[in-house]
Nanobody, 125 residues
Framework: VQLQACGGGLVQAGGCLRL?????????????MGWFRQAPGKEREFVAG????????YYSDSVKGRFTISRDNAKNTVYLQMISLKPEDTAVYYC???????????????????WGQGTLVTVSS
């Protein structure tokens, strides 16, 4: 499975961005897709996840109500719509795929075995 993330950029606090993650290869083996982020000097943290088939979603408390994860199975693409962005949302954002399953709902980076290259989101105050 190959993952290609894009859509990052510079935005003012309160603004919005939409990240995309295009998947290719053995996408039929995906159980869960997730978005993670890593700020300078900090560990990678879970942001949002979605079941690839059922579409159920789950979020970290820090982004719940502001971020929305969705997927378009026809396009093999996962999105992260971000609104009301805050300076503390500044990080490199990674999309990730879990093909080992079978349980969905994972929040730990180790649960995901494929990763995209990351896209930088910078929120200015």
């Amino acid at each position: 499975v190959q993952l290609q993330a894009c859509g990052g950029g510079l935005v003012q606090a309160g603004g919005c961005l939409r990240l995309s993650c295009a998947t290719s290869g053995r996408t039929g083996s995906i159980y869960t897709m997730g978005w993670f982020r890593q700020a300078p000097g900090k560990e990678r943290e879970f942001v949002a996840g979605i079941s690839w088939t059922g579409g159920s979603t789950y979020y970290s408390d820090s982004v719940k109500g502001r971020f929305t994860i969705s997927r378009d199975n026809a396009k093999n693409t996962v999105y992260l719509q971000m609104i009301s962005l805050k300076p503390e949302d500044t990080a490199v954002y990674y999309c990730a795929a879990d093909t080992r399953g079978p349980l969905t709902g994972g929040r730990l980076p180790g649960k995901f075995n494929y990763w995209g290259q990351g896209t930088l989101v910078t929120v200015s105050s």
